[in-house]
C-alpha cells in the first residue's frame, strides 16, 4: 500500500475511515484501547453479533458478546498487537449470533500515539463468501476445490493439486487467492476444519476417528488446528454447537 504521510498528517480527523467501513457490509472493523474495550464498530460487526445498532459495543468487551472460548483467543491476539505485532489473514471460522458459522480472514494492527506508544488496536475481518456461480470454473479450478472435499482424509500436497489444474503451485496459489480469496494452503485448511465442524455439530463420531477422516494424524493435531482457528478445542465446539441447539429449540 503506498500512502503519501504528508497529506494524511493535513487531514483534520481520523473518522474518514470509520464512514468507509459503515459502508462495507462484507467487512467487520473495530478499534479497541489498551483496555481491550471497543472504541469504534461498525454496522457489519453489530449485525455479525446479533445487534441493531453498533453503539451497543461501545465501552464493552469481547467477553461480553462472545463465548468465553472466542473471548479468549481474541484477547491472546489484542495483547500480541498491543506488543507491538500483528496478525495478518489469520484464517478464522466464527460462530454467528444465529447459530450458524462464517469464514473471515482477520487482520490486526497496533494503533500509536503521537510519541509512538501503542494505544489500541484496529481490526478488520473480511468475510469469506461462497464465489460467485462461475468463478470456480476458471483453468481448472473447481476440479482442484472438488477433488480436495472428497479426499480430506487423505495427503494433500500442493504440486499435486497443481497438477489437477495442469498448472504449477504457483499459478494455482494465484488463481486460488483470486477466486476463493485463500492461498491454496488455506484453502485446504478451511475445507478441513469445515468438514470437522459439521461432523462435530451433527454427529457423535469419536474425535480420535474424525481428525482421521479429515487428514489429519491424530487427535493432538486436529486440536491444535482447529483450536487456532476457530478459538476453542473441538470438544468445546461440539458442547457449543448443543447449546445454541438447544437454546433455539428450547
Known amino acids: 500500500m503506498a500512502i503519501d504521510t504528508e497529506f494524511i498528517a493535513r487531514i ?3 473518522r474518514f475511515c470509520e464512514r468507509l467501513f459503515a459502508v462495507l457490509p462484507d467487512v467487520v472493523f ?17 449485525v455479525r453479533l ?8 461501545i465501552g464493552k468487551r469481547a467477553e461480553d458478546f462472545f463465548v468465553p472460548a472466542f473471548a479468549e483467543t481474541y484477547r491472546e491476539q489484542d495483547l500480541l498487537v498491543l506488543a507491538g505485532g500483528e496478525v495478518n ?4 471460522l466464527i460462530s454467528n449470533s444465529d447459530g450458524s458459522a ?7 494492527i497496533p494503533l500509536h500515539d ?3 506508544k501503542v494505544i489500541g488496536i484496529a481490526s478488520v475481518s473480511r468475510d469469506l463468501r461462497e464465489p460467485r456461480e462461475g468463478d470456480a470454473e476458471m483453468a481448472g479450478i473447481a476440479k482442484v476445490a472438488d477433488h480436495v472435499h472428497q479426499h480430506l482424509d487423505e495427503d494433500l500436497r500442493g504440486a499435486e493439486l497443481a497438477n489437477i489444474a495442469n498448472l504449477t503451485p504457483t499459478q494455482l496459489d494465484r488463481r486460488m487467492r483470486r477466486v476463493f480469496h485463500l492461498s491454496t494452503a488455506q484453502f485446504v485448511r478451511k475445507a478441513r476444519i469445515e468438514h470437522a465442524a459439521h461432523l462435530l455439530g451433527k454427529t457423535t463420531m469419536p474425535i480420535a476417528e474424525l481428525a482421521l477422516a479429515c487428514g489429519y494424524g491424530d487427535q493432538t493435531a486436529l486440536t491444535r488446528q482447529f ?4 478459538g ?5 465446539y461440539r458442547d457449543h454447537m448443543r447449546q445454541l441447539r438447544g437454546s433455539t429449540t428450547g
Open 89 to 92: 489473514d489469520e484464517l478464522e
Open 102 to 108: 462464517g469464514w473471515y480472514l482477520a487482520t490486526k
Open 232 to 236: 476453542m478445542p473441538p470438544a468445546a
Open 30 to 46: 473495530c478499534l479497541k484501547d489498551s483496555d481491550f474495550r471497543y472504541r469504534a464498530a461498525n454496522q457489519a460487526f453489530a
Open 12 to 14: 483534520d480527523s481520523p
Open 227 to 230: 483450536r487456532a482457528t476457530v
Open 50 to 57: 446479533g445487534l441493531k445498532d453498533p453503539r451497543r459495543l
Open 114 to 116: 503521537s510519541g509512538g
